[in-house]
């Protein structure tokens, strides 16, 4: 899961109820991402981040709000919009060498689950 | 949506087989990559071909690219236990978003 954390593991989430996922690198990577995967599914993305203090909407980001004030930290908040929160949660991180796409380094997820 | 589409949905093989899956995609894009998933894990990068690129060798790993079908493969030879997983390939555009197939699920038996 090279050098990516996420917490907690498991979460679980109350009717109404904003929760925050974390994620940290200490991979001096200036670009990080959040994907929801769904059981038997591919990864989908929620919001993205080049550079501090930026953040740009991915496919799904529609309940979720995030935040960029530093390099190694992009936490993901999942609001009482975002009606079916159920899902596993994935951060990622990038380094940016002038050309945008390059390899995603990943962390060990987040399952999310609603009570 | 999700841009690219993996064949098999899932595969069954005995260890020493090969394994081999495709991905077909909609789009122009920057690379293709391909990612392993252990159950209840993060992906961990497999291997990264570019668009000017049309095979690539890591390991036990083969990955092809046609850009004019708009396909690549993974094959993994002699196949162990230890690769059971899911493998997901996934296509980065120019801005350098990828977006993930659905995966195929790999099983590998003793």
């Known amino acids: 899961d090279g050098g990516i954390t996420q917490s907690p593991k498991y979460l679980f989430r109350k009717e109404g109820q904003n929760v925050t996922l974390s994620c940290e690198q200490n991979?001096?990577?200036?670009?990080m991402y959040w994907y929801r995967q769904d059981p038997g599914q591919g990864l989908r993305l929620i919001y993205y981040?080049?550079?501090?203090?930026?953040?740009q909407k991915g496919d799904i980001a529609e309940g979720y709000s995030v935040s960029r004030e530093k390099k190694e930290s992009f936490p993901l908040t999942v609001t009482s919009a975002q009606k079916n929160p159920t899902a596993f949660y994935l951060c990622?991180?990038?380094?940016?060498?002038?050309?945008?796409?390059?390899?995603?380094?990943f962390g060990p997820g987040t399952r999310l689950l609603v009570l | 949506s999700q841009q690219g589409e993996e064949d098999p949905q899932a595969l069954s093989i005995q260890e020493g087989e090969n394994a081999t899956m495709n991905c077909s995609y909609k789009t122009s894009i920057n690379n293709l990559q391909w990612y392993r998933q252990n159950s209840g894990r993060g992906l961990v990068h497999l291997i990264l071909i570019r668009s000017n690129e049309r095979e690539k060798h890591s390991g036990r790993l083969r990955v092809t690219l046609d850009t004019s079908k708009k396909s690549s493969s993974l094959l993994i030879t002699a196949s162990r236990a230890a690769d059971t997983a899911s493998y997901f390939c996934?296509?980065?555009?120019?801005?350098?978003?990828?977006?993930f197939g659905s995966g195929t699920q790999v099983v590998v038996t003793p």
């Open positions: 981040s080049q550079i501090v203090n930026d953040f």
């Open positions: 991979l001096n990577h200036d670009a």
């Open positions: 996934a296509t980065a555009d120019s801005w350098g978003k990828l977006q």
């Open positions: 990622a991180s990038s380094s940016r060498t002038g050309r945008l796409s390059e390899t995603q380094y």
